[in-house]
């Protein structure tokens, strides 16, 4: 199938090429190299050292006879974007390529507005491409569990059944964004769902968890092929960061009590998830939605875990809680659904010690990498 990746330079969608390259499919990259740039802008870095995409392709040629197509350029020019959508003639759209961080969007109003219109129109330029250019092609949007918040009650996978007076109706499943960056992706969802009842397209939103993780089976066979590793208070994870922070003998710092939880999948089950997506489209006119994770977590159930792992191999590590630079709830219920990508196939891989040990050593291998200064957050939804 031609497949084409929208931010596949990025963390989840570079293993995505490598894995569905692997599988047969015809892989090709749209990405406008924003997420190297805003390294530079917040004097970040990956905590591994990355290839440029030119070096990386070529190697994963030579590596394996497959070649990956890449495009340079920005969702929001829309003639650059025709033009690729007619060269490559998709049958499969997978859109990674949004401004990711919540953190980011908050830093002030420029980057609030930059991410609502940089993942708004993005999206919406890449729903118009679609339906001119290739109109049986199947989107698949992802979206954030983020866009559900915390919720007193079982998240569905997009919709709900409601009940009130006497009637009933399944309604999308009601949104509490907690950042300028959730709101965008909750947008898209309206949007995406509005044109499927318009004009007939077929959409995939995944809904995803926090990915964890560094390897694929792909990503280790040179080091060129190397994935990048946030760790920063402002693309970093929690589990990131607590990982780097066991590895230079910081304190693990947890943002108030810790009780935040969220929904958590390893990045070779996002992939897995990404390949199911694609051998099983949304049918014509269907905005289909999933919960893309595989186990729930509280902050503080992180930093233990990291703590444990860390001194089994001989290094202190002590939880430190910090006064909570986002207005959030730090305790509260969270329990999401998460079937349908499991009645599809995807087997989940767990967060065990061993898989926690396997970042723990690349965090330990690279710790001279780290930006001592972005250990710690700066960013205040205040």
Known sequence: MRVLIAGGDGFCGWPTALYLSKQGHEVAI???????KWDEELRSNSLTPIASLQARVAKWEELTGNTIRYYIGDLNHYDFLCE??????????VHFAEQRSAPYSMIDREHAVFTQV????????VA?????????????KLGTMGEYGTPNIDIEEGYIEIEHNGRKDVLPYPKQPGSFYHLSKVHDSHNLMFICRIWGLRVTDLNQGVVYGLHTDETRLDPVLMNRFDYDGVFGTALNRFLIQAAIGHDLTVYGRGGQTRGFL????????IEITVNHPADRGEFRVFNQFTEEFSVLELAEKVKKVAEREGHKAEIAHLP?????????????KN????????????????VLLGI???????KDRVVMSNVLPDVSWG
Do not use: W
Not at 128 to 140: S, T
Not at 328 to 335: I, P
Not at 339 to 354: F, M, R, V
């Open 128 to 140: 118009y491409a679609i339906r001119e250019l290739a109109p049986d092609c199947h989107l698949i």
């Open 84 to 93: 690729v959508m007619r060269q490559v003639r998709p049958e499969a759209f």
């Open 266 to 273: 390893n990045i070779t089950d996002t992939v897995r998830c």
């Open 118 to 125: 940089n993942n708004v129109v993005g999206t919406l330029n």
């Open 324 to 336: 909570n630079p986002r207005v959030e709830k730090e305790s509260h219920y969270f329990h999401a």
């Open 339 to 354: 079937t349908k990508l499991q009645q599809l196939g995807l087997t989940p891989n767990l967060l065990t010690d061993e």
């Open 30 to 36: 749209i990405d406008n190299l924003a997420r190297r």
């Open 360 to 366: 723990f050593e690349a965090a330990l291998k690279y």
